[in-house]
């Protein structure tokens, strides 16, 4: 079992209100990611970091923002949510570099904006 | 660009047949990886294999790689109505050093 957490699991919230999704790790990785998934789709990397003040962005243009202030937390942050954001959010984590890297998953947010 | 695809998109089996499913994928990669997830979950790592590599075995899992024809399956033997879940490869280029690339999955039901 990953020791990786996301809060919350469920979130319905109308649009134009600011929403942070919380993701931590106990396990001391350096790189976390945030990727989103459609239902029935695969999953698009939106945010990584490889270490702490590390923030890029991924191969999917996102409108969230990130930030990386403590190894153990990378909270995933919208100012403005809208319908359009209505997704599954997942947390990911790793910690061994070079070419045998997998990642450990939160249980994901599921974000719905009315 | 989806790097990976999976096939079938869906596959329905009983109790003690064997599951497989496919994966192509389209640029030169490091290694691949195949997870699970269980619905409304994330995702599990099942094994991966390095760009070196043909077969690798975990348990009851089998995975082939070719990187010849850009494509890799994985062979679930005597499933159980557990294995019901999706199947997703993943895989991990030179360019894009610790960022995993998904397919779309495969899901897997198995009945009892």
């Known amino acids: 079992e990953a020791d990786i957490y996301q809060t919350p699991r469920y979130l319905v919230i109308g649009t134009g209100k600011k929403i942070t999704l919380e993701c931590s790790q106990t396990m001391g990785h350096d790189k976390m990611y945030w990727y989103q998934q459609d239902p029935g789709m695969e999953l698009h990397l939106i945010h990584y970091?490889?270490?702490?003040?590390?923030?890029e962005k991924g191969d999917l243009s996102s409108e969230s923002t990130v930030s990386r202030i403590r190894t153990e937390h990378f909270p995933l942050t919208l100012e403005s949510a809208r319908p359009s954001h209505t997704s599954q959010y997942l947390c990911a984590s790793s910690n061994r570099g070079g070419q045998g890297e997998k990642l450990f998953f939160g249980s994901g947010t599921q974000l719905s904006v009315l | 660009s989806q790097q990976g695809e999976e096939d079938p998109q869906a596959l329905s089996i009983q109790e003690g047949e064997n599951a497989t499913m496919n994966c192509s994928y389209k640029?030169?990669?490091?290694?691949l990886q195949w997870y699970r997830q269980n619905s409304g979950r994330g995702l599990v790592h099942l094994i991966l294999?390095?760009?070196?590599?043909r077969e690798k075995h975990s348990g009851r899992l089998r995975v082939t790689l070719d990187t010849s024809k850009k494509s890799s399956s994985l062979l679930i033997t005597a499933s159980r109505a557990a294995d019901t879940a999706s199947y997703f490869c993943a895989t991990s280029r030179g360019d894009s050093w610790g960022k995993l690339q998904f397919g779309a999955g495969t899901q897997v039901v198995v009945t009892p």
């Open positions: 970091s490889y270490g702490v003040n590390s923030t």
């Open positions: 640029t030169s990669i490091n290694n």
């Open positions: 294999i390095r760009s070196n590599e």
